[in-house]
């Protein structure tokens, strides 16, 4: 029997003649005892996973992101359908255009890597993004432009052509690294979380500030209500943010550990969260 990565667990199956092998690679084997040949069920990542989004208007395909890959994930098989290797970096932000035809990822060795979502292939590279790495991506509604955050606190708006990838404007207000990015549904004003405990509004036809929430946490994430008057953030702490105002409106407690992303269901009933503790939680 061979099997990839160092065998760091075993377990029995009850009373039946199958156990299960656990790797240092992230892979989980089935065996029976008769045969003692190897059945790969399971695979994950190695590290934390820093990143997950599904492409517009499809629930069958979500994308991860962690160190040394991306991968593309079939939900109702809850198999691995695709995986992108860059060695010895860390990807910490990954997103999908919405017309699905390119991922954009954040790298922490300050470059933008963008591949062809069906097979992995690279498309093009954005080298010296942001000095301190590149934290957070998004991508327009349009796919005319990308949106970069950095550990260096800025926020860098990119037009991206058929063959040219042009800095367009640099948005200085956070002194922290950027966590996360979001843009409303008419790309004209979007909203960047950072962990020096701050939250800015753009305006990104102006390229300014409109408003910016201060707390004392380490945002970890943001995104939009649905209805686009309330803006959900979360981090060391859960709260949730009146959009006009900038006050607090309701606070939840569950995790034990920081919140790393959030979702909103289509159906604006739920928010589903995940953290470090590896919990996942549905909030009304």
Not at 108 to 122: M, Q, S
Request: glycine letters at 8%.
């Amino acid at each position: 029997m061979r099997v990839e990565g160092a065998v760091t667990s075993l377990m029995c199956r009850g009373q039946d003649d199958q156990f299960f092998i656990g790797t240092n690679k992230g892979q989980m084997y089935r065996s029976a005892y008769a045969t003692f040949k190897e059945e790969l069920v399971a695979v994950c990542h190695t590290e934390a996973v820093n990143d997950i989004v599904f492409p517009e208007g499809h629930s069958d395909l979500f994308v991860t992101c962690s160190t040394n890959d991306i991968r593309v994930w079939y939900t109702p098989e809850r198999l691995e359908r695709l995986r992108i290797t860059v060695p010895n970096v860390t990807c910490h932000a990954v997103e999908v255009t919405r017309d699905g035809m390119v991922i954009v990822s954040a790298w922490n060795d300050g470059k933008i890597r963008t591949f062809v979502p069906a097979t992995g292939e690279p498309m093009y590279e954005i080298n010296n993004a942001h000095n301190l790495g590149v934290t957070a991506i998004a991508a327009t509604s349009d796919c005319k432009q990308i949106i970069s955050g950095g550990g260096d606190g800025q926020v860098r708006i990119w037009n991206i052509g058929e063959k040219t990838q042009k800095l367009r404007e640099v948005l200085k207000e956070h002194r922290g690294a950027v966590s996360c990015i979001k843009t409303n549904k008419n790309d004209k004003e979007g909203v960047t979380a950072s962990l020096d405990g701050t939250c800015v509004i753009w305006d990104l036809v102006r390229y300014v500030r409109k408003q910016m929430i201060l707390d004392n946490t380490l945002f970890k994430c943001v995104c939009y209500h649905h209805g686009e008057y309330q803006i959900i953030t979360s981090g060391t702490d859960r709260k949730l943010w009146d959009y006009k105002e900038g006050t607090v409106t309701h606070v939840g407690v569950g995790h034990s550990g920081n919140i790393t992303r959030l979702k909103i269901c289509p159906a604006n009933k739920y928010i589903v969260s995940v953290s470090a503790d590896g919990a996942v939680l549905i909030w009304k």
